[in-house]
């Protein structure tokens, strides 16, 4: 059981921005992490897109569009991502991540579906 | 260009082991943290083990739902990473990955499969 909770599917249009949360458990505060985003498509290992703690500590993957960013709900303890002006290739799996000091913890991922 | 390929993996009968390996290339190995993931079929990803480098001991962590079965180890001089793997189970089935999960860094991955 993924510790932390994303959204099992999305469905949205293209051109549309997409909004994929990560909520982290309640008494894990999401301002101590650096949110790590994954994007998987059928039959391949997943691709790093980037990671987020703040806006002066965050990375994007090497190659990954600008139209991929991520940022924090502080009110809703989760990390976000941003995937805006969406295109038909970007219908996959997005996995979150994080390090919890002793263990990489993924959550359960969320199917993205462009249409 | 930077590349991790992983090796290994096959079919195995329950209660048996496997080694898998892990070749880097194209970045300084010995100075990287290197991560095993796995996926069954169908499934999410999990994290298993991770092993730190030389100046921090080659420390390793595991998964509770591996710890006591699964070893990881490296070899910095051949630029390796291994994954050994006892007492296996139906439930270990899946695409083994290697990797540097906080770097991006991915190999291809390996199947193994557990069946009698």
């Known amino acids: 059981q993924a510790v932390l909770t994303q959204p099992s599917s999305l469905s949205a249009s293209p051109g549309a921005s997409a909004s994929l949360t990560c909520t982290l458990p309640?008494?894990?505060?999401?301002?101590?992490?650096?949110i790590y985003w994954y994007q998987q498509k059928p039959g391949s290992p997943p691709q790093y897109l980037l990671r987020?703690?703040?806006?002066?500590?965050?990375?994007?993957g090497s190659g990954v569009p600008s139209r991929f960013s991520g940022s924090k709900d502080a009110s809703a303890n989760a990390g976000i991502l941003l995937i805006s002006g969406l295109q038909f290739e970007d219908e996959a799996d997005y996995y979150c991540?994080?390090?919890?000091?002793?263990?990489?913890?993924f959550g359960g991922g969320t199917k993205v579906t462009v249409l | 260009e930077v590349q991790l390929v992983e090796s290994g993996g096959g079919l195995v009968q329950p209660g048996g082991s496997l080694r898998l390996s892990c070749a880097a290339s194209?970045?300084?190995?010995?100075?990287?943290?290197m991560d095993w993931v796995r996926q069954a079929p169908g499934k999410g990803l999990e994290w298993l083990a991770r092993?730190?480098?030389?100046?921090?001991?080659?420390?390793?962590d595991y998964a509770a739902s591996v710890k006591g079965r699964f070893v990881i180890s490296r070899d910095d001089s051949k630029n390796s990473l291994y994954l050994q793997m006892n007492s296996l189970k139906t439930e270990d089935t899946a695409v083994y990955y290697c990797?540097?999960?906080?770097?991006?860094?991915w190999g291809q991955g390996t199947m193994v499969t557990v069946s009698s």
């Open positions: 990797g540097d999960l906080g770097s991006g860094i």
């Open positions: 194209g970045f300084t190995f010995s100075d990287h943290y």
């Open positions: 092993i730190k480098n030389k100046a921090n001991s080659y420390t390793t």
């Open positions: 309640s008494g894990i505060n999401v301002g101590t992490y650096r």
């Open positions: 987020y703690k703040s806006d002066s500590d965050k990375q994007q």
């Open positions: 991540m994080i390090w919890n000091g002793s263990a990489w913890v």
